[in-house]
């Protein structure tokens, strides 16, 4: 008890709801007309993708492919290459835009905005900490459901734009998968959603909140929810085009699929709606199977773990946390597994996940109804 | 493979039926559209190019053209003298340098009826047979990336670097290596080679098991190369098929062993052919499977290399190097067996030229290449890509 009262003084930003006072004063700052505030509070998730991105997405990706591989990776740009990804920023910024000749135009230059936007507007309901989420939806998971799909128009126009062909399969590759597997992906949010009872991302998160930890999260909760865990998890890399389901962009059969005509800063937006998206589903299933900006740590006795590493930082902590845990599994996956082939996708789908993924939902409905 | 013809509706087509994988596609005709895959394709290894129709993902017809790195070798060799034509037979198959230069060397040994001291055979088989692995090691990991395993690739080129290394110790150059010559090789093996080359056989064994459990068994690539791209035995003699892909398709043929030259007969190895257990016979992972096994297989001869080896006292690589190399008139076929297959010279001599009159390369690349056309109908764009990866071709030979 003492040593949480000493924590508890000496570091006071970190409890409380400080945070939310701050960011309430923020969203009510409005210059004349303009919402600066609001402004401001909706630029945070895109400096952090963007940052998250640069630090971790691409730098992460290429040091973890590296020891995997036996390499050592970026080593040149600063210390063991962390600048790596500026450097390549950099480069890409000073390319020049080209547009193919006989391409759309139009589909081709909004291709990778559209991809953009469907991988950040779901941004906007991720609860990052108790007193940090951008709109509490009430149908915040309908939401992030939904505005995903929106990355298959983006697909479709950066692919049929491109007037390639490599670029045109890998787009109805790309369509197929991603609107086949937001079924099972959908049916396993839904088991979550029923043990709540709520689609409030935010509401989700704080049921799964108690002295226990990870004892409360809904993965701990019922005996079937490890299977639409892994439901999704599987159908969120095919949503995400991450390997082992990566046709769309196969690079040895499609040359790069959807993107292959891109380059410069479109090729980078495209990069960075990627590892957006990965961030994304992997937040997902941490707030809806592992309790969001939860603690996992339980409370024992007098030594209270829980309530030392629970409030709005220490929040944003375990969810940024647990979504990299995710991201390092999909990169783990990506450098082992070899790629699937359309049909085996499509079998995996339609044949194995939805089923198994009804039967997850019809049996997570008995428990919810039955045992209290 | 099989076509169920014109039923009441309209045409249906199965493409494929394997553990419950079918694409059936049903009066579905739409126009066909022509893709072209290469030169600059990332899985044509190199600079093939395919010309394929394709139904949605189905490649009702693949034509590869060829030429695109065409060295005229052949007519090179008629202006070049004997001894100068060994550094352009590197460069056909590029990744197994040793076993081309010995190929050609037996065909002019052959020519001039000349006896080769038995130290230097023994050199020659060690050095092809790491070559072997090498180039076994490339067709593997690229065949991974193929299908979309990036990982064992760059296990296999860490393993390879060893090789490399070890032939650059011996010959001085890494890839294109002119060490094996007419009559013997350029230099004797360094003082330790032997040690060293015994310490990489203990390091790589343990690597194959590595590469077995990490690519081999994997449950996708299983189920990408299982009962794709089905060869059988009769077409692909048919085909003249040779090395790893006639022995998939299970056919335990070896010139090592059917024609033997050099000390293979003293040596002792297996022929590894697929049993059918694991894989279909005659489809894309017994062809990968052979090369696997092959691995091994190069190791036992390199460790019976290593015991038998003569001593090195008093021995001159050159000995029987001729000063000047005027062959009688005449022709002459020789063969050996490479990493690819078949690799055959025919040389034409006049008996008065220090060139050959002809020279003509069988490649093996090539003439396994042919049967890409019967091999590509009616696969998927994926599985057009594992048949070409399991095919292992290498530009330089199937051109020249």
């Known amino acids: 008890m003492s040593v949480s009262a000493i924590s508890q003084i000496s570091l006071p930003f970190l409890m409380g709801n400080n945070l939310n006072a701050w960011s309430d004063a923020l969203a009510g700052l409005t210059i004349s007309w303009f919402p600066l505030g609001l402004v401001i509070i909706a630029a945070i998730p895109l400096v952090f993708i963007a940052l998250y991105a640069l630090t971790y997405g691409v730098y992460g990706e290429r040091k973890i492919s590296a020891f995997m591989q036996d390499r050592l990776g970026p080593m040149e740009v600063g210390k063991w290459g962390i600048l790596q990804t500026l450097a390549d920023i950099l480069k890409l910024l000073q390319k020049e835009d080209i547009v193919p000749t006989s391409a759309d135009k139009f589909l081709f230059v909004i291709g990778p905005g559209i991809l953009f936007v469907g991988s950040f507007l779901a941004f906007a309901v991720l609860p990052f900490s108790p007193a940090f989420i951008g709109a509490n939806l009430n149908v915040g998971l309908f939401y992030a459901i939904g505005i995903v799909s929106l990355e298959v128009v983006g697909i479709l126009a950066a692919g049929w734009g491109s007037n390639n062909k490599w670029s045109l399969y890998g787009a109805v590759r790309s369509v197929a998968q991603i609107v086949s597997y937001e079924i099972p992906a959908a049916i396993a949010l839904l088991c979550g959603a029923m043990m709540a009872g709520t689609l409030d991302m935010q509401q989700i998160s704080v049921q799964q909140s108690g002295p226990y930890g990870f004892a409360h999260f809904f993965l701990f909760q019922s005996p079937i929810a490890w299977l639409p865990f892994l439901i999704y998890f599987i159908a969120s890399l095919a949503e995400t085009n991450r390997a082992p389901f990566d046709i769309p962009e196969a690079e040895s059969e499609l040359v790069a699929g959807y993107f292959t005509e891109y380059s410069g800063m479109k090729f980078a937006v495209i990069f960075l709606a990627e590892y957006g998206s990965m961030f994304m589903v992997s937040a997902i299933i941490s707030i809806v199977f592992l309790g969001g900006w939860n603690s996992p740590l339980p409370n024992l006795g007098s030594v209270a773990l829980y309530d030392w590493t629970s409030g709005p930082v220490w929040g944003a902590f375990w969810i940024i946390s647990k979504g990299f845990f995710f991201i390092f599994v999909q990169m783990w996956l990506r450098w082992t597994l070899p790629r699937l082939r359309v049909d085996q996708l499509m079998y995996l789908c339609w044949k194995v996940l939805t089923p198994f993924a009804f039967i997850s939902f019809v049996l997570t409905a008995i428990w919810e109804i039955y045992v209290p | ?400």
């Open chain 2, 1 to 400: 493979m099989q076509e169920l013809g014109m039923a009441e509706q309209g045409s249906i087509r199965v493409s494929r039926k394997d553990d419950n994988v079918v694409v059936i596609e049903k009066d579905l005709a739409t126009e066909e559209m022509l893709l072209s895959m290469g030169p600059q394709h990332p899985s044509t290894h190199g600079v093939l190019k395919l010309e394929c129709m394709t139904d949605g993902e189905v490649v009702t017809s693949a034509e590869p053209y060829l030429g695109y790195l065409h060295r005229c070798f052949e007519k090179h060799c008629e202006v070049v003298d004997y001894p100068g034509i060994v550094p352009y037979t590197d460069r056909m198959d590029y990744l197994a340098g040793m076993n081309n230069e010995w190929a050609y060397c037996i065909a002019v040994e052959k020519l001039l009826d000349i006896e080769i001291p038995r130290r230097v055979e023994f050199i020659r088989v060690m050095v092809s047979e790491l070559n072997r692995i090498a180039s076994h090691l490339v067709a593997i990991g690229t065949y991974g990336i193929d299908l979309g395993a990036f990982t064992p690739f760059l296990f296999c080129f860490r393993d390879r670097e060893h090789i490399l290394n070890l032939l650059e110790w011996a010959s001085g150059a890494r890839m294109l290596y002119n060490y094996i010559w007419i009559g013997g090789v350029a230099f004797d093996i360094p003082a330790d080679f032997n040690k060293r080359v015994k310490e990489f056989v203990d390091y790589f064994r343990p690597k194959v098991v590595e590469l077995y459990k990490l690519l081999t068994e994997n449950e996708i690539f299983v189920k990408r190369t299982k009962g794709i791209g089905i060869m059988p035995a009769d077409v692909a003699i048919n085909y003249a098929w040779s090395g790893p892909m006639l022995r998939g398709s299970g056919v335990q043929w070896d010139l090592r062993r059917n024609d033997p030259y050099s000390v293979y007969p003293e040596l002792d190895f297996n022929i590894p052919v697929p049993d059918g257990k694991f894989s279909d016979i005659g489809d894309c992972l017994s062809r990968h499977l052979v090369r696997a096994l092959e691995m091994e297989e190069s190791l036992n001869i390199i460790e019976q290399c290593i015991s038998k080896m003569p001593g090195s006292d008093g021995f001159n690589p050159r000995s029987s190097v001729p000063k000047r190399v005027r062959p009688k008139a005449g022709e002459v076929y020789a063969r050996a067996e490479n990493p690819r297959g078949e690799l055959g010279f025919y040389i034409q001599s006049d008996g008065k030229s220090t060139r050959p009159l002809r020279c003509k390369a069988r490649s093996s690349c090539f003439v396994n290449l042919s049967a890409m056309k019967d091999l590509s109908k009616g696969q998927l764009i994926p599985d057009l890509v594992a048949i070409i990866g399991s095919i292992d071709i290498v530009l330089g030979e199937v051109d020249r």
